[in-house]
């Protein structure tokens, strides 16, 4: 796994704007090597505002949209275009403004179509199974960017500290009693986490300050799930200086004004 580079923005919004422009650049230069490439997205409100700043950018046309495929780290349980779900925001905020191709667009299923927490979560895992190539070595693609907001107690994606989905070596997994709700949610491991070229997490705000310092400093993933969020070229920890403010200047490796 990679040792991670932290990068650290002036405040959220010029951190959303940064990250976008990134997006932007990985996935053109990905395509461009290979004719298309993969995105796992994240929720939360930084993850939304990113999305809706690649909408905004007037490079988002450089992405050949319909050769990308979108995944998701994880999702609430809740029926289709229910507003909870990170499916809702994503679509909101970028992909209803883009020419996707639909059948690129993975996404987790809710209960509106009849499956259970853990049928949901097995369907997600055979369209990984499906998607991954003989070079993934592993049963999910080894996706080209995998983006991961980050709560104040170090959670990723659905992986809460202590939690039994923490230790599920399946590569999606369905979650029950969540500390944060809604309480039933789909998530991807950290097998595949781990497996994805590069792992982008993103945090803004003083409350995640703690969490992004044990992150960086050798705590172990069961106590704070970002701490095993590692890509397998490359990990970025993206964040605004008040996320960063509990970290050593000795760790930052650029900071914008």
Do not use: C
Not at 64 to 89: A, I, Q, V
Not at 168 to 182: C, I, L, M, N, Y
Request: aromatic share 4%; no cysteine; charged share 20%.
């Amino acid at each position: 796994m990679s040792v991670p580079t932290v990068i650290v923005h002036r405040d959220a919004d010029m951190l959303a704007k940064a990250v976008a422009a990134r997006v932007i650049t990985r996935a053109v230069d990905v395509q461009s090597g290979r004719g298309s490439a993969s995105l796992v997205l994240t929720g939360g409100t930084i993850g939304i505002a990113t999305l809706a700043e690649i909408a905004a950018s007037p490079a988002r046309d450089a992405i050949d949209w319909r050769h990308l495929d979108l995944w998701w780290g994880d999702e609430r349980f809740l029926p289709s275009g229910h507003p909870d779900r990170n499916e809702t925001g994503a679509r909101r905020a970028l992909l209803d403004h883009v020419d996707l191709d639909p059948a690129r667009v993975h996404v987790m299923r809710g209960p509106d179509g009849g499956l259970t927490a853990e049928e949901s979560a097995d369907a997600y895992a055979e369209e990984l199974r499906r998607a991954a190539r003989p070079e993934d070595h592993g049963p999910a693609p080894s996706f080209d960017v995998l983006m991961l907001g980050m709560g104040p107690d170090g959670h990723v994606a659905s992986l809460f500290p202590g939690m039994p989905a923490l230790y599920d070596t399946r590569p999606v997994t369905a979650v029950h009693g969540s500390p944060k709700p809604p309480p039933t949610r789909i998530t991807l491991t950290m097998p595949v986490l781990q497996g994805a070229r590069e792992v982008w997490v993103i945090a803004a705000g003083e409350e995640k300050a703690g969490a992004v310092r044990l992150a960086l400093s050798g705590s172990g993933p069961m106590q704070i799930p970002a701490a095993g969020a590692r890509g397998r070229q490359r990990t970025l920890f993206l964040l605004d200086k008040a996320a960063a403010s509990k970290i050593p200047a000795s760790l930052v490796r650029i900071s914008s004004p």
